[in-house]
């Protein structure tokens, strides 16, 4: 085999070995102004062109409100805009687009898909009956119970000060060491120098 | 290897059932003959458990796909990094990794706690090994990683491709992590119970394992927010998914310990409060994993329904009668050393925060569990998403925003009027500055407006508290001001580290408010068409669609999707959003086909594409796009507040010191003119 031949087979060797890469990477195999995908399979589920429905502001505000049924936990709007491969967010889209074509208000549509769907269908339950307890509950409780730590607070700050008062501190291992500003004129000057050796221990 | 495997998940559970008995036996009647050998059973199940998981991973590693776990979650082309991952990515191989990460946990706590805390140490033991025992009990005889199948498939069905993202190679041991190392600290709690040793020891010796469990599990949800934003592609980062809110019960129980131990440590008040706090967090973490593997409530993060849910339920309800009722029979032994002496402190304030940490987590809980009680009492199923969530816990959350700039600014013990005004006058001013700022430049929304002038204010508390702090330290040691700045956070490490995650705190809820403004539009577009958008800061970004390209990669095929941006007529380059059909390596699809978002990310905004498919098979696409503000300050808040929690938990950095000795010390910083706490 001559170089020239050993060369070209070389040549031909690399060429066949970066098919393979060629074709996968190689421009699309479509032609003319919108090519065709030469598997449009693995672009996922086809698509319908966007209509003003499909990003109508009002539409979208009552989909978040409306909850898939694909078991996703999402909303109608977000599912269909992000698992693409979802069959029901599209179909309940085409559902509230319907109903607001027929002149149904916000609040129609979302009775529309309870009756329909059951309560189940709404992203959040109707503050109603027993459900209102879901919306009042957690904020009651931290009201209650901070009303009820105010008030043990309160009790207890007239009780140590009346315990003050008669000379019975609270703890004596903490009172005896005077607290804020106007009590440190109160301080001999050995409790003082006791307090900077704490503060350069502590630095604080 | 399988047989290794499975031989050392049987001597895991014995040596850990030893471990668990004898620790609990020999330490009750103080018997070191018994416990004598509790310590090396510890360590000798930590050996079998890793090497448990090492054969698991030597069956992923060589595709052996006669294992059913190997099979169900690998191929043979998928990636290397994957195949790691691919330990923690299913029901079985998670509970093996959970198994061996605590079983190494309860070994370190036998390592590295001080001798003086020796006496506590079998009982330490005995809750580490019960727990893991519990574990291995659960895999041995409900999820076993090492069962086998009657026949070998010719190739594996891959990793599921939302899981084929870098970050699941991290965000779940994160997560993890901060879940299972929240047992040390309940293992120190009950052995503290236990041993009727009630004063403050149990305390520091778990102060730097509760800082690991909620630095860990800040990480692991910051993570998972990343994962969601970059991954899921619905352009958001929390939707209150039950997984979710289960990852954030334990955090904030955990912060809520974090500040009312601070109260037992310099006041010895809310003893019974911590104790309830940590076995709580631990009871949450235990709640999260049921609801996670159970399948009891609909989750997209949930793994495959199975009866594991019940071993998890079952254990729950058992720790939480032994640990209350523990708590119970201790309760006379834990009564606060002193008594708080004003609403106005902040000790109070500590209070009314863990009030509103522990609010927040009962309304996460109460939110997450709603449709069962409702379908319960009512018979019929409700859905409980985003909207409920935001509208129970948002003022909540407004609240606890605005605590975190109040409590810092009031002195423990009660602060007096001229203390009072001395510290809000700079950070009120800040807040309402911001808020005056705000509504000038035409921002709108009450719960934004609220959340940013609130940050505002916070800021105001933090910044206030470093300059304050750091001229101090240059007046009384004349030191520059980094010098200064670098010794103050150096010597006050707990102090300034918790301010530092205040600011990553007060980043997220800036970061949180940007969502309010975000903008998207759909549009189908054929090469060479345009779409604009403006968004919230006013600039108009044009994207112009230039084609769809597919080729193949090492276990997929891809759609290519690529539009050219520009940004107010500036062109930006080129953004690029795919499909991915996966395959195995017979080219077989083996899942429905993903997407992969692009991301064009700065300080103000993201531009985000989504390539939601093609109209009728050809190069005419259908795009997602949207313009979602200050999401980069996500992330950056994040980073912050785990910054912040290293800085607190570094060695050294100076003891935590008794209120007596902080209060003695407060008259001369005052002569130096410097911080009030």
Not at chain 2, 129 to 137: D, E, I, K, T, Y
Not at chain 2, 165 to 183: A, D, E, K, R, W
Not at chain 2, 407 to 419: D, Y
Not at chain 2, 583 to 606: A, K, M
């Given at each position: 085999?001559?170089?020239?031949?050993?060369?070209?087979?070389?040549?031909?060797?690399?060429?066949?070995?970066?098919?393979?890469?060629?074709?996968?990477?190689?421009?699309?195999?479509?032609?003319?102004?919108?090519?065709?995908?030469?598997?449009?399979?693995?672009?996922?589920?086809?698509?319908?062109?966007?209509?003003?429905?499909?990003?109508?502001?009002?539409?979208?505000?009552?989909?978040?409100?409306?909850?898939?049924?694909?078991?996703?936990?999402?909303?109608?709007?977000?599912?269909?805009?992000?698992?693409?491969?979802?069959?029901?967010?599209?179909?309940?889209?085409?559902?509230?687009?319907?109903?607001?074509?027929?002149?149904?208000?916000?609040?129609?549509?979302?009775?529309?898909?309870?009756?329909?769907?059951?309560?189940?269908?709404?992203?959040?339950?109707?503050?109603?009956?027993?459900?209102?307890?879901?919306?009042?509950?957690?904020?009651?409780?931290?009201?209650?119970?901070?009303?009820?730590?105010?008030?043990?607070?309160?009790?207890?700050?007239?009780?140590?000060?009346?315990?003050?008062?008669?000379?019975?501190?609270?703890?004596?291992?903490?009172?005896?060491?005077?607290?804020?500003?106007?009590?440190?004129?109160?301080?001999?000057?050995?409790?003082?120098?006791?307090?900077?050796?704490?503060?350069?221990?502590?630095?604080? | 290897?399988?047989?290794?495997?499975?031989?050392?998940?049987?001597?895991?559970?014995?040596?850990?059932?030893?471990?668990?008995?004898?620790?609990?036996?020999?330490?009750?009647?103080?018997?070191?003959?018994?416990?004598?050998?509790?310590?090396?059973?510890?360590?000798?199940?930590?050996?079998?458990?890793?090497?448990?998981?090492?054969?698991?991973?030597?069956?992923?590693?060589?595709?052996?796909?006669?294992?059913?776990?190997?099979?169900?979650?690998?191929?043979?082309?998928?990636?290397?990094?994957?195949?790691?991952?691919?330990?923690?990515?299913?029901?079985?191989?998670?509970?093996?990794?959970?198994?061996?990460?605590?079983?190494?946990?309860?070994?370190?706590?036998?390592?590295?706690?001080?001798?003086?805390?020796?006496?506590?140490?079998?009982?330490?033991?005995?809750?580490?090994?019960?727990?893991?025992?519990?574990?291995?009990?659960?895999?041995?005889?409900?999820?076993?990683?090492?069962?086998?199948?009657?026949?070998?498939?010719?190739?594996?069905?891959?990793?599921?491709?939302?899981?084929?993202?870098?970050?699941?190679?991290?965000?779940?041991?994160?997560?993890?992590?901060?879940?299972?190392?929240?047992?040390?600290?309940?293992?120190?709690?009950?052995?503290?119970?236990?041993?009727?040793?009630?004063?403050?020891?149990?305390?520091?010796?778990?102060?730097?394992?509760?800082?690991?469990?909620?630095?860990?599990?800040?990480?692991?949800?910051?993570?998972?927010?990343?994962?969601?934003?970059?991954?899921?592609?619905?352009?958001?980062?929390?939707?209150?998914?039950?997984?979710?809110?289960?990852?954030?019960?334990?955090?904030?129980?955990?912060?809520?310990?974090l500040h009312?131990?601070m109260?037992?440590?310099?006041?010895?008040?809310?003893?019974?409060?911590?104790?309830?706090?940590?076995?709580?967090?631990?009871?949450?973490?235990?709640?999260?994993?049921?609801?996670?593997?159970?399948?009891?409530?609909?989750?997209?993060?949930?793994?495959?329904?199975?009866?594991?849910?019940?071993?998890?339920?079952?254990?729950?309800?058992?720790?939480?009668?032994?640990?209350?009722?523990?708590?119970?029979?201790?309760?006379?032994?834990?009564?606060?050393?002193?008594?708080?002496?004003?609403?106005?402190?902040?000790?109070?304030?500590?209070?009314?925060?863990?009030?509103?940490?522990?609010?927040?987590?009962?309304?996460?809980?109460?939110?997450?569990?709603?449709?069962?009680?409702?379908?319960?009492?009512?018979?019929?199923?409700?859905?409980?998403?985003?909207?409920?969530?935001?509208?129970?816990?948002?003022?909540?959350?407004?609240?606890?925003?605005?605590?975190?700039?109040?409590?810092p600014?009031?002195?423990?013990?009660?602060?007096?009027?001229?203390?009072?005004?001395?510290?809000?006058?700079?950070?009120?001013?800040?807040?309402?500055?911001?808020?005056?700022?705000?509504?000038?430049?035409?921002?709108?929304?009450?719960?934004?407006?609220?959340?940013?002038?609130?940050?505002?204010?916070?800021?105001?508390?933090?910044?206030?508290?470093?300059?304050?702090?750091?001229?101090?330290?240059?007046?009384?040691?004349?030191?520059?001001?980094?010098?200064?700045?670098?010794?103050?956070?150096?010597?006050?490490r707990r102090r300034y580290g918790g301010y530092l995650v205040h600011?990553?705190?007060?980043?997220?809820?800036?970061?949180?408010?940007?969502?309010?403004?975000?903008?998207?539009?759909?549009?189908?577009?054929?090469?060479?068409?345009?779409?604009?958008?403006?968004?919230?800061?006013?600039?108009?970004?044009?994207?112009?669609?230039?084609?769809?390209?597919?080729?193949?990669?090492?276990?997929?095929?891809?759609?290519?999707?690529?539009?050219?941006?520009?940004?107010?007529?500036?062109?930006?380059?080129?953004?690029?959003?795919?499909?991915?059909?996966?395959?195995?390596?017979?080219?077989?699809?083996?899942?429905?086909?993903?997407?992969?978002?692009?991301?064009?990310?700065?300080?103000?905004?993201?531009?985000?594409?989504?390539?939601?498919?093609?109209?009728?098979?050809?190069?005419?696409?259908?795009?997602?796009?949207?313009?979602?503000?200050?999401?980069?300050?996500?992330?950056?808040?994040?980073?912050?507040?785990?910054?912040g929690?290293?800085v607190t938990?570094?060695?050294?950095?100076?003891?935590?010191?008794?209120?007596?000795?902080?209060?003695?010390?407060?008259?001369?910083?005052?002569?130096?003119?410097?911080?009030?706490?």
């Amino acid at each position: 085999m001559s170089d020239c031949s050993r060369r070209s087979f070389i040549g031909r060797l690399g060429a066949v070995a970066l098919l393979p890469l060629q074709q996968a990477q190689g421009p699309l195999a479509g032609e003319g102004e919108v090519g065709t995908l030469r598997d449009p399979g693995a672009a996922g589920r086809a698509r319908a062109p966007t209509e003003i429905a499909d990003y109508d502001e009002r539409i979208k505000v009552i989909e978040q409100r409306l909850a898939c049924s694909c078991g996703c936990t999402l909303d109608v709007f977000t599912c269909r805009t992000t698992d693409f491969t979802c069959t029901y967010s599209p179909q309940l889209h085409r559902e509230v687009v319907e109903l607001d074509r027929a002149g149904k208000t916000a609040q129609e549509i979302l009775d529309a898909f309870v009756a329909k769907y059951g309560e189940k269908a709404l992203m959040a339950p109707k503050p109603e009956g027993f459900n209102l307890w879901g919306y009042l509950l957690p904020g009651s409780a931290i009201l209650v119970a901070g009303g009820a730590l105010v008030a043990v607070l309160s009790r207890r700050r007239v009780a140590v000060a009346d315990a003050m008062a008669v000379g019975v501190g609270p703890s004596p291992s903490i009172t005896s060491v005077p607290v804020t500003g106007p009590h440190a004129a109160d301080a001999t000057p050995e409790e003082m120098e006791r307090l900077r050796r704490a503060l350069a221990e502590v630095e604080d | 290897m399988t047989l290794l495997g499975e031989f050392c998940l049987w001597l895991a559970l014995l040596l850990s059932a030893w471990a668990a008995v004898l620790g609990f036996s020999g330490r009750w009647q103080d018997r070191p003959d018994l416990t004598a050998s509790v310590r090396g059973a510890v360590f000798a199940t930590f050996g079998a458990l890793a090497v448990a998981a090492l054969a698991l991973w030597k069956g992923l590693a060589s595709h052996d796909f006669n294992i059913e776990y190997v099979a169900a979650y690998t191929s043979r082309n998928l990636p290397d990094g994957y195949i790691i991952s691919a330990l923690w990515a299913g029901q079985k191989g998670s509970l093996l990794f959970w198994a061996v990460v605590l079983s190494l946990f309860g070994a370190l706590a036998q390592l590295l706690t001080p001798r003086r805390y020796g006496a506590l140490m079998p009982y330490v033991a005995a809750v580490t090994s019960a727990v893991v025992a519990f574990f291995v009990c659960t895999m041995v005889f409900a999820a076993n990683p090492f069962e086998r199948m009657a026949f070998t498939p010719a190739d594996g069905r891959g990793l599921n491709p939302q899981l084929q993202n870098p970050g699941m190679m991290i965000h779940p041991p994160m997560l993890y992590l901060g879940y299972i190392s929240i047992t040390i600290p309940f293992a120190f709690a009950i052995a503290a119970l236990l041993s009727r040793s009630l004063d403050t020891g149990w305390i520091h010796a778990i102060r730097k394992w509760t800082l690991v469990s909620w630095l860990f599990l800040s990480i692991g949800i910051t993570l998972g927010m990343w994962w969601a934003y970059v991954e899921l592609g619905w352009g958001g980062y929390w939707a209150w998914d039950p997984v979710e809110n289960a990852s954030l019960l334990p955090w904030l129980t955990m912060t809520a310990f974090l500040h009312s131990v601070m109260i037992q440590e310099k006041r010895g008040m809310l003893k019974r409060w911590n104790l309830g706090l940590i076995v709580g967090t631990f009871l949450l973490s235990i709640f999260g994993t049921f609801i996670t593997r159970s399948g009891v409530i609909a989750s997209v993060h949930s793994f495959t329904q199975s009866n594991v849910g019940y071993f998890f339920l079952a254990f729950l309800v058992v720790c939480g009668i032994l640990s209350f009722t523990l708590l119970y029979t201790r309760w006379s032994s834990l009564k606060a050393e002193v008594q708080l002496e004003s609403v106005v402190s902040r000790e109070a304030a500590f209070l009314f925060n863990n009030l509103l940490l522990v609010g927040v987590a009962f309304s996460v809980l109460w939110g997450t569990l709603f449709p069962i009680l409702s379908e319960l009492v009512r018979g019929s199923k409700i859905t409980v998403g985003p909207p409920f969530f935001n509208r129970v816990n948002i003022p909540i959350g407004l609240l606890l925003l605005a605590l975190t700039g109040i409590g810092p600014l009031i002195a423990w013990r009660k602060a007096s009027t001229a203390n009072l005004k001395r510290q809000f006058i700079g950070p009120v001013a800040a807040g309402v500055v911001t808020a005056v700022a705000l509504l000038a430049a035409g921002v709108r929304g009450l719960y934004p407006v609220m959340a940013l002038s609130l940050a505002g204010f916070v800021a105001g508390t933090i910044g206030q508290e470093f300059y304050r702090g750091v001229r101090a330290r240059r007046r009384m040691h004349g030191e520059s001001a980094p010098v200064a700045f670098g010794r103050l956070v150096a010597r006050n490490r707990r102090r300034y580290g918790g301010y530092l995650v205040h600011a990553g705190v007060l980043i997220y809820f800036v970061a949180f408010s940007g969502m309010a403004f975000k903008r998207e539009i759909e549009a189908t577009l054929k090469p060479g068409d345009s779409a604009t958008l403006t968004s919230p800061f006013g600039h108009t970004y044009t994207f112009t669609h230039v084609g769809v390209s597919q080729f193949e990669a090492l276990n997929r095929v891809v759609s290519a999707a690529t539009v050219q941006v520009a940004k107010d007529g500036k062109p930006e380059g080129l953004m690029t959003s795919e499909k991915r059909q996966h395959v195995d390596s017979f080219r077989r699809p083996t899942f429905e086909p993903s997407t992969e978002v692009g991301i064009r990310s700065n300080l103000q905004e993201d531009v985000y594409i989504t390539y939601a498919g093609s109209v009728g098979g050809t190069e005419e696409a259908v795009y997602r796009l949207t313009i979602n503000p200050l999401v980069w300050w996500v992330w950056f808040g994040g980073f912050v507040l785990a910054f912040g929690g290293l800085v607190t938990m570094w060695p050294g950095g100076g003891a935590v010191i008794p209120v007596a000795r902080a209060a003695a010390a407060r008259p001369s910083l005052a002569e130096a003119g410097a911080l009030t706490e």
